[in-house]
């Protein structure tokens, strides 16, 4: 017994001093925590961060390491990776106790491991300081929705009688890709896309968007296909995720039979599909110069009728259940007060 027990702690020692040659020049925290939460190996950075040494973090619980709060968290993912015998990743954000504008956000890899050198199965955590990364993103966010703002306001100042309905039409399509449970990337998508779908409003004749009267069929098709003159300007501007794409397939049928290229079901983006119900919606219980928005029970009606040809049946049932379901009547009856198109300096 005394022989064998040599022998684990000579292998002990041998892996701890190949995993810290391995592991001390990395930039993010390694270690190695077993399933009473107690580190079993822990490189330079995990001990820097708990201010002592490196030979020190081997034995040590996580709640001393990281604190009661961050252990509760840790262990929960150590669980899950060891339950589900696969990696587990998270993203989350440690708080600093003396200085709340202070913090860090963490991405955490979770990796479980069986039984290596006699050792006891455990989990090799992977963490990366991540803030950097993520509050760059957040101001190359915040610029591109500003940008999209002034470009809404530009469209805005020169169709009055709708100068909330792209404002409007990206808040019900954000609803209905919650509600879907879309991924955030085409949540933000669909918000983006809906907001600039008018852009090309710019290149139509002001005296048609300000008319007080029933336009023609060419006339709302001018209106209509501005859509497309939309995807056109924004070709090429990275937002993230497909805007452009999304506007040039809005006027695409599930059926196969809209245009410009006669796509139809699941060959048209989700985010196209989100964005013409919610467009579609909006104009329908929005009152215009010339008629009253339509109650919501009716404008619902109109859209189910078009279910499995113009319009995702899904799409429809996801702004039902939101309408229904999640305050979206209540939310949303402003939309069928008429506005007073605000005067221009020019009209001043």
């Known amino acids: 017994m005394a022989a064998n027990l040599k022998d684990l702690a000579r292998r002990f020692d041998a892996q701890h001093k190949f ?6 020049s990395q930039p993010n925290e390694i270690a190695i925590i077993d399933e009473s ?8 950075k995990v001990a820097d961060r708990a201010g002592i040494e490196a030979s020190e973090v081997a034995g040590k619980t996580l ?9 509760k968290l840790i262990e929960k993912l150590n669980r899950e990776a060891m339950a589900e015998g696969a990696p587990v990743t998270d993203v989350h954000r440690e708080e600093n106790a003396d200085d709340a504008e202070k913090f860090k956000v963490i991405q955490s890899e979770h990796i479980p491991l069986g039984e290596t050198l006699g050792m006891p199965p455990g989990v090799l955590m992977v963490s990366e300081d991540i803030t950097e990364a993520v509050m760059e993103r957040k ?3 915040k610029t591109m929705r500003e940008l999209v703002n002034t470009l809404v306001t530009v469209v805005d100042r020169r169709d009055p009688y709708s100068a909330h309905h792209s404002t409007r039409t990206a808040e019900v399509a954000r609803a209905i890709s919650n509600e879907m449970d879309l991924e955030e990337v ?3 998508t669909a918000d983006i896309a809906a907001s600039l779908m008018n852009l090309g409003k710019i290149l139509v004749p002001q005296e048609l968007l300000t008319a007080d009267r029933k336009l023609t069929t060419e006339e709302r098709m001018l209106i209509r296909n501005s859509t497309l003159t939309s995807a056109d300007l924004l070709e090429g501007i990275d937002f993230g995720g497909p805007v452009a794409q999304t506007l040039g397939q809005m006027l695409e049928f599930v059926d196969g039979s809209g245009v410009p290229n006669g796509f139809g079901g699941d060959d048209i983006l989700k985010t196209a599909q989100i964005c013409a119900v919610a467009n579609t919606f909006v104009g329908l219980v929005s009152p215009r110069s010339y008629r009253e928005g339509m ?10 009728g078009d279910v499995d040809h113009q319009f995702s049946r899904g799409v429809v049932a996801a702004l039902v259940s939101h309408l229904e379901n999640k305050g979206g009547k209540a939310d949303w009856e402003h939309f069928r007060v008429l506005d007073t198109p605000a005067e221009t300096d020019s009209d001043a």
């Open 19 to 24: 995993l810290r040659l391995v592991t001390d």
């Open 37 to 44: 939460s107690t580190y079993r190996f822990g490189n330079k």
């Open 63 to 71: 709640a001393a390491m990281v604190g009661p709060v961050q252990a």
């Open 139 to 141: 101001k190359r966010e």
């Open 186 to 188: 085409l949540i933000e």
């Open 295 to 304: 109650d919501f029970i009716k404008a619902v009606d109109i859209l189910q």
